[in-house]
């Protein structure tokens, strides 16, 4: 009786598996590469934190379009949505892009590419992340 | 805070675009370095040749 107590009170490995697997997805959506930096995978983590870091930096320079959450169509809840893909880096495109989107030139429009391009490659490698912890991926 | 500004052409953005997108495919889906260069080498291709493809291929509707 006292045996079942004990293994009922602890979680099992798999539960403990996937909440580190979450935490992990979760801190590489917050800064891009952190996810694999905690999983000792180096060479991903600098590549997607320099990757999404000039793909933001480029992005928010051409005077892309940075969505917020009050887009009022379809188009710019997914352009929100893409664009909060960068994590934290979207707080740093709004400081870097003082002057605000201009998108009246064709490098504006670019800009705004490259910040969606930008939170959806962070988002997969958030997913990649979590399931590299899962033991899914390597 | 001085507003940056980078005024790349077409042919910059499409360039720089390609490479960072092929560089990130490549570290995602191939582990071993050679791989990597391959898959990334093979994607930046493909990237470029699409896109002056389908650039030549819209060229005759802007006249």
């Known amino acids: 009786m006292t045996d079942e107590t004990q293994i009922a009170a602890d979680p099992p490995p798999d539960t403990m598996r996937e909440a580190r697997a979450i935490a992990f997805g979760v801190a590489g959506w917050l800064v891009p590469g952190l996810g694999h930096a905690l999983q000792k995978m180096w060479g991903r983590a600098i590549t997607f934190f320099a990757v999404v870091g000039v793909l933001v930096f480029v992005g928010a320079g051409m005077r892309g379009n940075l969505f917020n959450s009050d887009g009022g169509d379809a188009f710019a809840a997914l352009g929100y949505v893409a664009d909060l893909g960068t994590g934290s880096f979207y707080w740093l495109a709004k400081y870097i892009e003082v002057g605000g989107p201009d998108v009246s030139h064709a490098y504006g429009d670019y800009g705004t590419r490259f910040l969606a391009a930008a939170g959806v490659l962070n988002l997969l490698a958030a997913l990649h992340a979590y399931e590299a912890a899962r033991g899914r991926k390597a | ?63």
């Open chain 2, 1 to 63: 805070m001085s507003p940056m500004k980078f005024h790349l052409s077409h042919l910059q953005a499409m360039l720089l675009f390609a490479l960072l997108i092929s560089i990130a495919f490549g570290f995602l889906s191939r582990r071993r370095p050679l791989d990597r260069m391959k898959y990334i080498a093979w994607s930046l291709l493909l990237f470029l040749l699409f896109g002056i493809g389908i650039g030549w291929a819209m060229y005759p509707f802007s006249h």
